[in-house]
């Protein structure tokens, strides 16, 4: 604590004079605050160490919007369009493709017939990007065909295109309908490609 002197030097004049510091021990109130801090620093450094790990913290953070309602089952069946057909044996992870030459090509699939492996996803959500979701409320599917060296992966996007308008994420992927989003040409118009349940 400060001591204060009030010494009168002229009528009406007050002149304020502190008395000189002792040397060698810290004011009270410098060693009040140098103790709440330590206190404050080893709270945090006991919570952290009780704390979840970051990458746990990290999982629960920004994830993709799941419905309340049971998960739909997975595609069963013949699926076509125009440009070639998806045949899933409702295992919810392998599909046989069998794109024409225009459709694989702009994917980067193989054409013709091929086994792969699907997955459906959500949109990109930092800082994991896009994480597996259920078809009902997917933005993309990622199709994997082949292994090591000869596999070709492709993420396309999806939804509905309805009057005019392109739609991602909920209900927009139904179980008789599966639209893909495709440019034909970089920097061309998108345009929906529609695989319908036979």
Not at 9 to 28: C, I, V
């Amino acid at each position: 604590m400060r001591q204060i002197e009030i010494r009168q030097s002229e009528p009406g004049q007050s002149e304020f004079t502190r008395k000189p510091k002792r040397k060698g021990s810290p004011p009270a109130l410098l060693l009040l605050l140098m103790a709440l801090t330590a206190l404050t620093a080893l709270a945090a450094l006991m919570l952290t160490g009780c704390s979840e790990k970051e990458e746990d913290v990290l999982v629960d953070m920004n994830m993709p919007y799941e419905p309340d309602t049971p998960a739909p089952a997975p595609h069963e069946g013949v699926f076509k369009s125009e440009h070639g057909t998806m045949t899933f044996p409702g295992d919810g992870e392998s599909v046989i493709l069998n794109f024409d030459r225009e459709l694989a090509e702009c994917l980067g699939l193989p054409e013709g017939e091929q086994e792969a492996k699907y997955v459906f996803m959500s949109g990109y959500l930092a800082p994991h990007g896009h994480v597996p979701v259920r078809y009902d409320v997917a933005f993309m599917i990622r199709f994997v065909v082949g292994e090591g060296d000869n596999r070709s992966i492709a993420d396309v996007d999806i939804g509905l295109y309805d009057n005019g308008s392109f739609y991602t994420g909920t209900n927009c992927t139904t179980p008789d309908r599966i639209t893909f989003f495709v440019e034909w040409e970089e920097d061309a118009d998108t345009e929906a490609v529609d695989f319908l349940k036979q």
